[in-house]
């Protein structure tokens, strides 16, 4: 019998997700924190001028920015979102992610069945 592995973010501490994953230049970084059948929990840090191209997702995702901003184009809507704001991205609805800077945020995938 294996055992199951241990989340990256301890329970029942504090923690800072922005400091938990660093940028590095010329590159998107990004760091699963948890992960489970109900949904997964991912943070990203853009460098300036990365970006995720457009894509769909089977499930609702909600984008938490915890550093920088970002276009989010969600359904060929352009919607801005700064450090303290979050989107809903709906699921099988074509979205991508357009930071104009350095850009940090904290992705919650949820999953249905």
């Known amino acids: 019998m294996s055992e199951k592995p241990a989340p990256l973010m301890p329970a ?16 998107i970084v990004s760091r699963t924190l948890l992960d489970s059948p109900a949904g997964s929990v991912t943070l990203f840090a853009f460098d300036a001028g990365q970006g995720l191209s457009e894509h769909a ?21 352009a919607v801005s979102a700064a450090a303290g704001q979050a989107v809903l991205m709906p699921a099988n609805v074509p979205h991508a992610v357009k930071p104009g800077e350095r850009f940090k945020m904290l992705l919650a995938l949820l999953r249905a069945e």
């Open 12 to 27: 029942a501490l504090t923690v800072e997700p922005a400091a938990l994953v660093d940028y590095a230049e010329g590159a």
């Open 57 to 77: 997702a089977p499930f609702d995702a909600l984008v938490q920015v915890l550093d920088g901003q970002a276009e989010l184009v969600i359904g060929g809507r």
